[in-house]
Each structure stands twice: as C-alpha cells, then as structure tokens.
C-alpha cells in the first residue's frame, strides 16, 4: 500500500497523543522499568503537550496514513544547531515513529523522503537525530537513510538516564 502524506495540524494533535504512546510504549516497555516508561509518556505524549508542539514555530509533524489509518510520522524542527557539528541552517527530527504492523512495507522509507522533502522546502541543509544505542533497527534504518554516527548523548525515560547515538545527514 502506498501512504499519503500530509502535514498535521491542531486538530491531529489528540491522535499524534494516541499514536506516540502507543507507539513509544511498545517500542521501550519491553526493555525498560514500566514506571519510568509511563511517566515519560505521560509527560511527553499528552494531547495538551501534542497541541503545543504543532503550533510551535519552525516544528511541523509529517504524517503518513495509509488509507485512513495513521502508520507513521515525523516531528521535524527547523533551525537547531546539530550538537557537535558547525554546519549551517540543521533541522532535527525529533520524532520518528512508525506502528510496529507497519515496519517492512516500505512506509518508514517513504516517510524518511517526505520529512526530508520538507525540511528542505524550509530550507534544511542537513538533518540530525537521535536513536537509542539499544535499537538496532532502528540505527540500521538510519544508516540505510544516510545518517552516520557523530556523537552520543542522554535521552531521560522517566528516571532512568540512557545513552542515544547522535546522528547526522549532510548534503
């Protein structure tokens, strides 16, 4: 099947609140303390908290449906400085989740060239994230994607202070 993709907006935002605790929760419970699994996600993935990223300026979410049914999206945030690199006009994707039912069709890839699609249309030179050192899948996505590992830094799930890999991808 092939997804659609759109930008969301205030009125997606109860939905990207379902969807990214759904979503972070299936991906960390597993290995990780429960508690500190739900207090991140109560404290990251409330409609309220989803409503005030979409209407941040300079940070959109790109969505992807298949049919009507969210697979995946992307949180992008133009203009922040990648830590430990000195190139100009970086964006980060500070999100990127896909539904597990969903990994291996295709839309993860799909999803990838429409976040970076739009943050070039904004004007991105280059795009970084983070990925959690625990996630060979997804460190094996990004690296299909082009992102190469510049660094390490922490990623806070609850209490429990974690190590993620800092990835970047230049023109």
Same mark, same amino acid.
């Given at each position: 099947?092939?997804?659609?993709?759109?930008?969301?907006? $205030?009125?997606?935002?109860?939905?990207?609140?379902?969807?990214?605790?759904?979503?972070?929760?299936?991906?960390?419970?597993?290995?990780?303390?429960?508690?500190?699994?739900?207090?991140?996600?109560?404290?990251?993935?409330?409609?309220?908290?989803?409503?005030?990223?979409?209407?941040?300026? !300079?940070?959109?979410?790109?969505?992807?449906?298949?049919?009507?049914?969210?697979?995946?999206?992307?949180?992008?945030?133009?203009?922040?400085?990648?830590?430990?690199?000195?190139?100009?006009?970086?964006?980060?994707?500070?999100?990127?989740?896909?539904?597990?039912?969903?990994?291996? $069709?295709?839309?993860?890839?799909?999803?990838?060239?429409?976040?970076?699609?739009?943050?070039?249309?904004?004007?991105?030179? !280059?795009?970084?994230?983070?990925?959690?050192?625990?996630?060979?899948?997804?460190?094996?996505?990004?690296?299909?994607?082009?992102?190469?590992?510049? !660094?390490?830094?922490?990623?806070?799930?609850?209490?429990?202070?974690?190590?993620?890999?800092?990835?970047?991808?230049?023109?």
């Amino acid at each position: 099947m092939t997804p659609t993709f759109r930008l969301a907006t $205030q009125a997606d935002a109860a939905e990207l609140s379902r969807f990214g605790a759904a979503v972070f929760t299936d991906w960390y419970l597993p290995d990780n303390n429960a508690e500190d699994v739900h207090l991140h996600v109560r404290e990251t993935y409330s409609p309220q908290r989803q409503s005030e990223e979409l209407s941040e300026i !300079g940070q959109w979410a790109v969505l992807a449906h298949i049919g009507t049914e969210l697979a995946g999206y992307g949180l992008l945030r133009a203009d922040r400085p990648c830590p430990g690199i000195d190139i100009p006009q970086m964006a980060e994707i500070r999100r990127f989740y896909v539904a597990r039912a969903w990994h291996g $069709q295709g839309i993860a890839g799909s999803l990838m060239h429409a976040v970076i699609e739009h943050g070039e249309s904004v004007g991105a030179r !280059g795009f970084w994230l983070t990925c959690w050192e625990k996630n060979p899948r997804a460190l094996a996505f990004y690296a299909k994607c082009g992102f190469i590992r510049v !660094g390490d830094t922490t990623f806070t799930v609850g209490t429990d202070v974690q190590t993620d890999h800092l990835l970047a991808r230049c023109r």
